[in-house]
């Protein structure tokens, strides 16, 4: 049975441009702190094999402190581990890939073309590929196909599944049908996939191990898997410091305060948090986000409140009827619902005076 740790994206050395700067840094010494959990993790489970499929850094800018961190968690594994540049940290003649000090136990793949690493003491041949730009047309698997042996055959490629068009290694079912791989740890979307499965090879992509903005929400980790008679198990292990949540709270009839107060029992003070009020309120009645922002300020790390409350059904009564005013209100309210927060005050004061001019007054209601 061969054990296995695939993480990816950990996009080290991140700017975290929407935090305070003294938040930014906390935020990028956090993701230093989190390769020593990582590195916890591989040796309680005993891992045989290490592979970051890609964008290990967020740049070719690496901070000393982040590769003498790295250099020390490698180090202090028994694992063998396995580097595959992406599209942020591509192999070039100035990336720290090359002019960093790296552990004897850590394999750069370097080249574009797929390259095969044997380990006959764990019976495994681990195939990978670096990105060398910034971006990569053709497919890291195109033409690809593991060699017939008796070996397990690990792949440790950055690359997208999401479209044949992507301009990031785009990566079809074909490829990996055909790469003749028991397991295929992919690199490149931030969300984790679970386990995936086409002709004969598992794949998966883990996501980030640490969210760095509102479109990375939720949990985030790596996955610790286990390769045995062909069979494939992941487990999702968390690792993140901090999650960043976007949860959408109704306050239609209720006091935004108290809709607030009763998330923050099941809040963990460390998250990163994002607000978004919604359901109906009465005209004049604007939840107050300044004083409701100051409110949850407290309670968690970072926090911010959106205002995506709609105007009460009063508004749009006769929303259904057959007349230029049914037509005039379903329209608005298709606006208005897909309108952008700082939109809609604007949006709602054009309904209250379209309708005043189809009613024939002077004044809106």
């Not at 840094?25 to 390769?35: G, K, P, T």
């Not at 968690?73 to 595959?84: C, N, Y």
């Not at 949860?247 to 978004?276: C, H, M, N, W």
């Not at 009020?277 to 911010?304: C, I, K, M, W």
Request: glycine share 6%; net charge negative; charged share 25%.
């Amino acid at each position: 049975m061969l054990t296995f740790l695939h993480g990816a994206d950990f996009h080290l050395d991140s700017p975290f441009r929407a935090l305070s700067p003294e938040q930014a840094a906390q935020r990028r010494q956090e993701q230093r702190q989190l390769l020593y959990r990582m590195a916890d993790l591989a040796q309680d489970a005993e891992v045989d094999l290490l592979l970051l499929a890609g964008d290990l850094f967020d740049s070719q800018r690496v901070r000393p402190e982040t590769l003498e961190i790295l250099y020390d968690v490698f180090d202090s594994l028994d694992s063998v581990v396995f580097l595959a540049p992406g599209n942020h940290d591509p192999y070039t003649d100035r990336s720290p890939y090359r002019t960093a000090q790296w552990p004897d136990n850590v394999h750069i793949f370097s080249q574009e073309a797929p390259e095969r690493v044997a380990l006959p003491a764990l019976d495994v041949a681990v195939y990978g590929s670096a990105f060398t730009t910034a971006h990569r047309l053709g497919s890291p698997l195109e033409n690809f196909q593991a060699e017939e042996d008796d070996f397990i055959k690990v792949g440790c490629f950055h690359g997208d599944p999401s479209s044949p068009n992507s301009r990031y290694g785009p990566v079809s079912y074909e490829d990996i049908a055909g790469s003749g791989l028991d397991y295929l740890a992919l690199g490149h979307i931030h969300s984790a996939s679970g386990l995936k499965r086409v002709g004969n090879s598992f794949y998966a992509w883990p996501g980030c191990p640490e969210g760095r903005s509102f479109d990375e929400t939720g949990d985030k980790g790596v996955y610790l898997g286990q390769i045995e008679d062909g069979r494939v198990s992941l487990d999702f292990v968390p690792l993140a410091q901090r999650r960043y949540l976007a949860p959408k709270l109704d306050i239609t009839g209720k006091d935004p305060r108290q809709v607030l107060e009763a998330y923050f029992s099941q809040a963990d003070p460390k998250d990163i948090v994002r607000f978004i009020l919604t359901g109906e309120r009465e005209e004049g009645n604007e939840p107050d986000l300044q004083a409701l922002t100051a409110l949850a300020a407290s309670h968690f790390y970072s926090v911010q409140l959106y205002d995506n409350t709609i105007l009460s059904p009063a508004l749009w009564a006769r929303m259904e009827e057959d007349s230029l005013t049914g037509l005039f209100l379903q329209s608005m309210y298709q606006r208005l619902t897909q309108a952008p927060p700082a939109q809609r005050p604007l949006l709602e004061r054009a309904v209250r005076f379209g309708l005043a001019a189809l009613e024939g007054r002077e004044e809106p209601r």
